[in-house]
């Protein structure tokens, strides 16, 4: 088991009541979901949380959240948040029997590698991410016409094992410090908007992190996504 020290413990509780808090005051219905982002974090500080209750983590690089998945307790709801390569898919959704979401399919392709290999497993989440920031070295559909398609796949019987559940986007640093209505988070409440009408969903929205997700929830996000605000500043990634 990871083991942690108590001093730690106090510190990643007290951190995470302050976002816990801070979400509710915005979404008042409780309906918002608070995943605590964990990449580059010793698995002890993931522990440390779940002894606290917290089930919902997210990790952005495939093989540590492998390796994490298998020391940590099996009723953890892991969110992959990281950059989905194709490369990449069988490991996540083959090695990781709680993978409760993916959060970044860009392609219908991938969504088709991920639920033909999950056959016979828990079925996973899936948001779509959706570049809303047209930033070149952002992941994500560019074109409502594309979700659509995708969507419409999920839906179909050939889709075995992904249950769709939501849009996602990280949108421009710029448009995250701004303190005033993120046009990244509006385009993509105007996405779903298009995506509900012709498909008849109704999807969930992740979008916002530390610096940023009081003002997506009331944007209409009900997934953030928040990491350094909870544990710290990470270490560079080499
Ligand atoms: C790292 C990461 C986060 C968390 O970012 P913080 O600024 O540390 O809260 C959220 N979403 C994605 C996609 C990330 O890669």
């Keep these: 088991m990871a ?37 580059l974090k010793p698995a002890s500080d993931i522990q440390a949380l779940y002894d606290a209750g917290v089930r919902h983590f997210g990790e952005n690089y495939p093989n540590e959240l492998v390796d994490k998945a298998q020391q940590l307790p099996q009723d953890i709801k892991w969110h992959f948040i990281g950059a989905l390569q194709s490369g990449n898919v069988n490991t996540l959704v083959k090695k990781i029997p709680n993978l409760y979401a993916i959060e970044t399919v ?50 179909s019987d050939e ?15 710029e448009q995250s410090v701004s303190g005033e209505e993120n046009k990244d988070f509006a385009t993509l409440v105007d996405v779903k ?4 009408s012709s498909c008849g969903t109704d999807l969930d929205l992740s979008m916002g992190m530390s610096h940023d997700f009081v003002q997506a929830i009331a944007q209409g996000s009900t997934n953030v996504r928040v990491g350094s605000s909870i544990f710290g500043a990470r270490p560079p990634k080499n």
């Design 106 to 155: 860009d392609s219908l392709k991938k969504a088709k590698k991920a639920s033909a290999s999950r056959q016979g497993q828990d079925k996973i989440n899936v948001f779509l991410q959706y570049n809303t920031s047209g930033e070149e070295q952002k992941a994500g559909f560019t074109s409502v016409d594309e979700v659509v398609e995708c969507v419409k796949w999920l839906q």
């Design 3 to 39: 083991t942690y020290t108590p001093e730690r413990a106090t510190q990643l509780k007290e951190a995470y009541s302050v976002i816990a808090n801070q979400v509710k005051q915005a979404d008042p219905s409780g309906k918002v979901t608070l995943v605590a982002v964990s990449k």
């Design 193 to 196: 908007k298009q995506v509900d």
């Design 159 to 173: 889709n075995t094992s992904l249950e769709l559940k939501g849009l996602m986007t990280i949108g421009s640093f």
